[in-house]
């Protein structure tokens, strides 16, 4: 994401003219060309120029309500009002220009005639939707009653009326008669879902989606994988999340726009895999398209397909180093790349509330990757190694320690981490003895149990007698 | 009355006299008690060890009525050198009596205030009653009762080291369980309390008691002591009623077990302090200030785990100690009772820890091992009887027999499908 966001300000730079109404497709093409070094600001602009539809104006809301610096915010504020004016949903204009309060100016002040105009035109919108809609049904025509539902689920999304759009949608189903019509219903319930944060609507959609029988076109995988992606993300299944993301096709492009773009994919795809995949798994998915020479015909299904996601890396360059430093044990670098991309990254929609546990995760995987190796570790160079204090290094290795990931015993007098290895043979010995009281004590109190039973029985027994 | 002494002199020699005398000392019990002021004299004339049984029925007689301060000690005098001195297989032919008897000397003892003076006494008496050393009488409780009060916490002991397997009466097994609990407790044995405690609470029971209660209390705070965890659900085969109520009858405990399970001393001690009287009053606050002193002992080991050597000052800060010195005094304590294997180095202040230096491989680990296995065969082949017994009882067969299938081709058993006893 970071990528395209300084593409574009060197681009902006070159064109000395900036606003929203700057080409964004176009910039998009000549971004893949350019090198990027570090993190910058997000530039609002060229992030939401990426997306089109409702997402763009969620993302936009979202960044304003989110960030620190004010500029950002109005600037994010307008781009969002701008784009709702465009569009028909009064409850959401309402809220931005509350937001606004007016800082924008006389042209961002609450436009009433507008929102009275709008809704009034819905009113009569949806009259005559309704009276399609029952002649339809009274003439009991499937297509027709289809088309009819499928009007109004467009016709509440686009006011902003998701729940009632996601029923019509839904609705739909019942007369749907090709495999074409369930994916465009499954398509769009998986809009609604996204937009409506409910992803467990999403999961069962994309699942039942693919259960069609027909092969479905390429776009259509490539959209169905981003969203069952982002569903995993959401339940914090980080490695089905990696999983879905890589397998999303090139075809992807901006068709999908109005959820997600390529640089997405690969920064959720890239960091999610860097976090829970080991790393033969890393190796085999990303990291061999990452080397230079193109693949021969006979290698493994998996990584042919997945020269795609190399073309998507290319996206994010930083992610793509970030993964290299990682794999080949430049921590320092690794880590001053993840943080470079915090700032933007928490300013993302889907990522925001993911970003601490995975990069945590990606830290953790890092110390214990360090020490696999070694039999004694001095913490100063591990220290240096990730850029922390030897005081801050053992807090981290106690705890991961203390959780099992790593078989080492600190020496803390001499700064000194040395492997351990469990003696297994004591270890049995014990267990055993162990065992052996265990049982001893549980049969022994059972018999008594037992006893008392009978004695119970025996008493209820005398005297039925 | 004098004829009767005759007859039991006369009656006392074989096996088939004593029943013979049985009866009519049955028969003769009415009158006896009506005439109990009378009785003492009588007692003189016969001899505790030859005519047990007779002096029994006389001696429960005596004692039958309210007894005066002085009568007291005399009296006590008196059953001691009976239970010293009498015959085990003529007092079993009258338990009733016989603990009738000895509980009446625990009274005794206790309103003179000298339990020290009944513990002696009641374990010859407990020796005699016992069937076997697997059986469990009505005095067992009352001598541990005897031993808690008079602090001779080691004669129980012995007690508590034979398996209980017989059970006359429940309430006896739960009283024993739970005195003995609390001697284990005393002698800081706390595995065995932990054992008996356990035994209490999940025994069969068709309501919840108040020994339960009590007990369920001090097995909370003995298991935060020993495992340094408690486990929130009662095992399955603890009955309905008390996984469902006990819980709610010591609230207070259990959220010192969970306020526990969050490690923070400074959490746990404010939440001692804000129930103290509570604890007070359950006359369980040594126990809880245990309880939290061993919290310090499992953070301290759990230190040992993640390092090799660890300054003392660091101890202090991790352990929430105040200082090193009371670290190093932890620290040491717990090298002493071999809790955990570490040689402190004074000059640099630092702690080396050690692995455990049990190699198992001498003899008396070996001896040990084998012991623990004869052991295990023991009670294994017991379940094994037990079993076997249980599948031949009536009740259970009827109740088998009833819940099979109706129709079932595969299985031409002999057992019937209805069992009439």
Known sequence: MDGEEDASNLMMEANSTGGVDEAPLSSTTTRRNRPIISGEPLDIEAYAGLYTGRTKINRLIFIASHCDNPAMELEALRMASDEIKKGENTQLYREVVQKIEGRLGPNYEMDTAWCSMIELKAEQRKEKLESELNSYRTNLIKESIRMGYNDFGDFYYAHGALGDAFKSYVRTRDYCTTSKHIIQMCLSAILVSIEMVQFSNVSSYVSKAEQTPEALDPPTTAKLCCAAGLAHLEAKKYKLAARKFLEVGLELGNSYSEVIVPQDVATYG????????????????????????????????????????????????????????????????????????????????????????????IRNKALIQYTLPFVSVDMRMMADAFKTSVAGLEKELEALITDNQIQARIDSHNKILYARHADQRNATFQRVLQTGNEFDRDVRAMLLRANLLKHDCNLKASRKV | MEALVTQIQGLSGTASDVLSLQNLLKQADDSLHAESTRLPPFLDQLDPSKHSLGYLYFLEACTAGPVTQEQASSFLLTIARFISSCVAEQIRLAPDKFICVCKRFKDQVLLLEEPLRGVAPMLTAIRKLQLSSEHLTALHPEFLLLCLLSKCYKTALSILEEDIFEVDQPRDLFLFCYYGGMISIGQKQFRKALELLHNVVTAPMSTVNAIAVEAFKKYILVSLIHHGQFPTNLPKYASSGA????????????????????????????????????????????????????????????????????????????????????AEMHVLQMIKDGEIYATINQKDGMVRFLEDPEQYKTCEMIERIDSSIQRLMTVSKKLNVMDELMSCDPLYLAKAGRERQRFDFDDFDNVPQRYNI
Do not use: W
Not at chain 1, 287 to 307: C, E, G
Not at chain 2, 275 to 294: H, I, P, R
């Open chain 1, 270 to 361: 890239g960091l999610c895999a860097l976090a829970s995949f080991d790393r033969t798994e890393l190796k085999a998915t990303i990291l061999s398209l990452l080397s230079p020479a193109p693949p021969l015909f006979s290698i493994h299904n998996k990584v042919i397909d997945n020269i795609n996601f190399r073309d998507f890396l290319e996206l994010v360059p930083e992610v793509r180093e970030l993964i290299n430093d990682f794999y080949s044990s430049h921590y320092a670098s690794c880590l001053e790349y993840l943080g470079n991309l915090k700032p933007n990254l928490i300013l993302d929609i889907h990522l925001y509330d993911h970003v601490e546990t995975l990069y945590d995760q």
């Open chain 2, 243 to 326: 996984q469902r109520n006990l819980k709610n009858l010591c609230q207070p405990y259990v959220e010192l077990a969970s306020s526990y399970s969050n490690g923070k001393i400074a959490d746990l001690e404010t939440y001692v302090e804000a129930n103290k009287d509570k604890f007070e009053s359950d006359n369980n606050l040594g126990l809880v200030k245990q309880a939290v002193s061993s919290m310090y002992k499992r953070n301290i080991q759990r230190l040992t785990q993640t390092y090799l050597t660890l300054s003392l000052q660091d101890i202090a800060n991790r352990v929430q100690l105040n200082s090193p010195k009371e």
